[in-house]
C-alpha cells in the first residue's frame, strides 16, 4: 500500500523534523503543520485541523504539551474523527510510557477506527543536547526532580526510523510498540557521561519536587504546566519505566543505539562547551 503525503504534526519538533527528512529521502512527501507552518495547525483550535489534513494518506502525531494533560484524549478523539473525514488511513501516534493520561489518548485514537500505530517512547537522548537540560549542562549543573532511577534512555533517531519504517509497511499497523534504548542509566549516570565525554565537570542535583513546583508557580507557571511537571517527575519517573522494551528491534531489525554512542557523537560538536 502506497502512501502519498504524510501530515507531520508537530513536523518542526525533536522528532517531526527527523521524520520529515527521512520521508523526503525516500521520495515520500512530508507536510510539516505546526502553529508557524502554512496551513497552521493548533491543537487548541480545531478549525485547523482539516486543511493541514486535506490530500494527506497517514499521519505522523505528535501532541503539545503531554498527552497526560485533562484536554489531550478528547482532543486526540476529534483528530481522528477530522483525519478520518478527511481520507487519512493511518495514524502514528507517539505516545509517552507509564502515563494513564496518555493511555486514555491511545484508547480515544483506537475508538474512531481509522488505522493506528502507537509509538510508546522512552525519554529521549536529545533532551540532554536539544531540549531543556542543555543549558543546565553548558552552565556546569543540571538541577532536575528526579533521584536515582533508571530510565532506559531513547534516541530521537531511532525513533523517527522506527515511526516512518511504520508508516510505509503496512505490517504494522493497529500495533503498540514500547520504544527505549538498550539499557537503563539514571539522569546522574547520564551526567556523568556527558561531562567525561566533553571533559568537564558537570553536577547533577536531585531537587526536592513541592520547593522545585513551589518556584515555578512563584515565577508564574499556570498549575495546568505544574501539575504536569508534578505528573512527569513523581509518576512517569517512578521506576514503572525502568525496564528495556523491544521495540526498536521489532521494527527495524536491529538494535537501538547505546546511549555512550550518542554522548560520544554529540560531544564532538561541542555542544556542552561552557557557554560566555
Do not use: C
Amino acid at each position: 500500500m502506497r502512501i502519498s503525503t504524510v501530515a507531520i504534526i508537530g513536523g518542526l519538533g525533536k522528532t517531526g523534523n527527523r521524520v520529515a527528512k527521512r520521508l523526503k529521502d525516500r521520495g515520500i512527501d512530508g507536510r510539516a503543520a505546526s502553529r508557524s507552518t502554512t496551513p497552521s495547525f493548533d491543537w487548541q483550535d480545531s478549525s485547523t485541523w482539516h486543511a493541514a489534513l486535506t490530500g494527506v494518506s497517514a499521519a505522523y502525531v505528535t501532541f503539545q504539551p503531554d498527552l497526560s494533560v485533562a484536554w489531550a484524549a478528547e482532543a486526540i478523539s476529534a483528530f481522528a474523527e477530522t483525519a478520518a473525514n478527511a481520507g487519512v488511513g493511518h495514524i502514528v501516534l507517539l505516545s509517552g510510557r507509564g502515563e494513564d493520561g496518555a493511555v486514555l489518548s491511545e484508547n480515544g485514537l483506537k475508538a474512531v477506527g481509522v488505522d493506528y500505530t502507537v509509538l510508546r517512547a522512552s525519554w529521549f537522548n536529545q533532551n540532554f543536547s536539544e531540549g531543556a537540560f542543555l543549558d543546565g549542562l553548558r552552565q556546569g549543573k543540571l538541577a532536575l526532580l528526579v533521584g536515582d532511577v533508571p530510565e532506559p534512555f531513547v534516541d530521537a533517531d531511532d525513533l523517527a526510523d522506527v515511526a516512518v519504517e511504520i508508516l510505509t509497511n503496512p505490517h504494522h499497523r493497529n500495533q503498540t510498540y514500547e520504544l527505549t534504548g538498550p539499557r537503563s542509566l539514571t539522569f546522574r549516570d547520564a551526567v556523568s557521561e556527558i561531562a567525561a565525554a566533553s571533559g568537564r565537570a558537570i553536577e547533577y542535583e536531585t531537587v526536592p519536587v513541592d520547593a522545585f513546583i513551589a518556584e515555578m508557580t512563584a515565577a508564574g507557571l499556570p498549575p495546568e504546566t505544574t501539575d504536569l511537571l508534578h505528573e512527569l517527575f513523581t509518576q512517569v519517573l517512578d521506576g514503572r519505566n525502568s525496564d528495556v522494551m523491544d521495540g526498536v528491534r521489532q521494527v527495524l531489525g536491529r538494535p537501538p543505539r547505546d546511549f555512550s554512542d550518542y554522548v560520544r557523537e554529540t560531544a564532538a560538536t561541542g555542544i556542552w562547551s561552557v557557554q560566555p
